[in-house]
């Protein structure tokens, strides 16, 4: 417990650091870029080693240079330009075009399942941390800007909305199991019951609720912001759903490849992999929330 918790402080302070570096510095942006496309090099790697037998080494080359170049590219298109969205599209549709040619240039050493697990593992992480990447350049407008709704207020909702649901979950978990022991996922997950499944959606949602307060105090937007309080609380309610099926994602992989942990970077918690499981599903709830929000708010 000591270790992991160490672990777990090293981790929170990393964070931390690099986001302060977004905040107060000049294109501090782009530090935070550095740290999801380290992220992804350290994720693609992990991935690779657990399904390496189960892989050909064009293959995992491949995946390779995808997690090398997609991060940093939708980073830079959409700073520059705002199209990293579009390039993140053809990014994916690149490697997919690739992996799939080595089903003709590689025939003898190239099975239907290399192949389909070489897919999964450029969708899972590098293709979820570019849309982190989207995420870390999100721009409110002249629409948003009054209320401080932007790549910011984004990347807290990811990274303080999924560790409230996911200790809130196993406090919920362990208090009231014996009461409530009802598994969500028994094939699965045997250790996940339906009682921390709601434990969940409370940390959640409380989590949005405490970063409303704070974060809009800390912007001096409240004069502006008492409507938005649904908004924070749905957007808390929906990335704790993602959050705990983002870990029931990952839990699945690690079942199907008959393995503990998908790494060791992180003593106690295990790899990467292991502890930005929850943030790929939340990133996409959130980010999918500013797309709609920002559409709202123009239209009305």
Request: charge should be positive; aromatic fraction near 14%.
């Amino acid at each position: 417990m000591k270790i992991r918790l160490i672990s777990g402080t090293c981790y929170i302070a990393l964070l931390v650091a690099f986001y302060c570096l977004k905040i107060f510095l000049p294109y501090g942006e782009f530090y935070f870029d550095g740290l999801i496309w380290a992220f992804a090099i350290l994720g693609a790697f992990e991935m690779l080693r657990a399904v390496k037998e189960k892989t050909t080494k064009a293959q995992r080359g491949v995946v390779y240079a995808y997690a090398t170049i997609a991060v940093p590219a939708v980073a830079l298109s959409e700073w520059k330009w705002g199209l990293g969205l579009t390039v993140l599209g053809v990014c994916l549709f690149a490697v997919i075009v690739v992996i799939l040619s080595l089903l003709v240039i590689r025939y003898m050493k190239t099975t239907l399942e290399s192949t389909g697990i070489a897919l999964l593992s450029a969708v899972y992480p590098t293709m979820l941390l570019c849309l982190l990447a989207l995420v870390n350049h999100a721009e409110a407008g002249l629409e948003l800007a009054p209320y401080a709704f932007d790549s910011r207020l984004l990347i807290l909702f990811i990274f303080v909305v999924t560790p409230c649901a996911d200790s809130i979950a196993y406090v919920f978990g362990i208090s009231f199991k014996k009461f409530f022991p009802k598994k969500m996922t028994p094939n699965l997950s045997p250790n996940k019951t339906v009682i921390g499944g709601i434990g969940g959606l409370v940390g959640g949602v409380l989590g949005a609720l405490i970063l409303y307060f704070a974060y809009n105090g800390v912007c001096g937007t409240f004069d502006k912001m008492y409507v938005w309080l649904p908004v924070y609380l749905g957007l808390g309610l929906l990335a704790s759903i993602a959050t705990a099926f983002g870990d029931l994602v990952e839990s699945s992989i690690k079942r199907k490849l008959g393995i503990k942990d998908m790494g060791k970077i992180m003593p106690g918690h295990g790899g990467v992999l292991d502890r930005l499981d929850s943030v790929f599903f939340a990133t996409i709830v959130v980010y999918t929330a500013f797309v709609c929000v920002k559409l709202a708010v123009g239209i009305f």
